[in-house]
């Protein structure tokens, strides 16, 4: 191979090496505006709502609508639904609200079902901090339900204790256990804590007390009224059952065997005139 061939070919081989790898997928790719970047790196204060902009870039002939999504953190594009006209460029801007570190992505999706995504890495900085609240306490016949809410930057696998107080006294007391979540920073979840062995009558008090690594630690309360209202209801309707039992046999025997009239008394008019 001559020396000309062989640089002709080493400069196919390195087109090639960079040509976009989305070009092989509908002709469009994804990539982090500004170019020089492989992801999406965001890095910001507890709470602090960050801001990026994607790139849709279409180098085909024809235009292309794509619609937007991020994964494992809190995406807000400013528009989700975008069409690109041939051999054009769109860009996006989006912002992400930092809760705590993590990693996710930015995907595009097209009519046809092609995606690309570009990686996102999030961090959080400042101090870690560990708080959550006990919120929305209900008591069921059966349940109890609640949620908890993480109010700070770290996630947090919480433990709950469970206590109710009737009218005599205590009827549950439940020693505090691990509950099966990891409840991530800035996510609320609605959770039931089952009661099938609950007092048939009673008028009850009952507190959930949940902590969490790091000091996290909130309580809250309901309260409920328990009644057997089948059995009220059946005490209820009995003697009214009686009553209308007695009506009937009342009424039934005036019809069946009436009691004869008094005789009528009759006046004759004579016509006589004194």
Do not use: C, K
């Not at 020396?3 to 469009?28: E, I, K």
């Not at 930092?98 to 930015?106: H, L, P, S």
């Amino acid at each position: 191979m001559s020396s000309a061939a062989r640089a002709l070919f080493v400069s196919l081989l390195l087109v090639m090496a960079a040509a976009p790898p989305a070009l092989a997928a509908g002709g469009w790719s994804l990539v982090p505006a500004g170019g020089g970047r492989p992801a999406f790196y965001a890095e910001g204060a507890p709470g602090a709502v960050l801001q990026d902009t994607v790139s849709v870039v279409n180098r085909s002939g024809r235009a292309v609508t794509v619609r937007l999504s991020g994964t494992g953190a809190t995406v807000t594009f400013a528009a989700s639904r975008v069409r690109v006209p041939a051999r054009t460029r769109a860009d996006v801007p989006f912002t992400v609200s930092a809760r705590g570190d993590g990693t996710g992505e930015i995907v595009a999706r097209d009519t046809a079902g092609r995606s690309h995504s570009v990686p996102l890495h999030l961090r959080v900085g400042g101090p870690a901090l560990s708080a959550l609240t006990v919120e929305h306490v209900s008591v069921h016949p059966d349940r109890i339900t609640y949620d908890l809410v993480n109010r700070g930057t770290t996630t947090l696998v919480p433990r709950l204790a469970v206590h109710a107080d009737g009218v005599l006294g205590t009827v549950l007391d439940r020693a505090p256990r691990t509950l099966p979540v990891h409840l991530a920073p800035g996510r609320r979840l609605r959770l039931t804590e089952p009661w099938r062995d609950r007092p048939a009558l009673d008028a009850v008090d009952v507190r959930l007390t949940v902590t969490a690594a790091g000091g996290a630690h909130d309580t809250a309360s309901g309260s409920a009224r328990f009644v057997p209202w089948g059995a009220v209801t059946g005490t209820l309707a009995a003697p009214a059952a009686g009553g209308a039992l007695l009506l009937v046999r009342r009424r039934r025997r005036r019809t069946t065997d009436p009691e004869p009239e008094p005789p009528r008394a009759e006046v004759e008019l004579t016509g006589a005139v004194t």
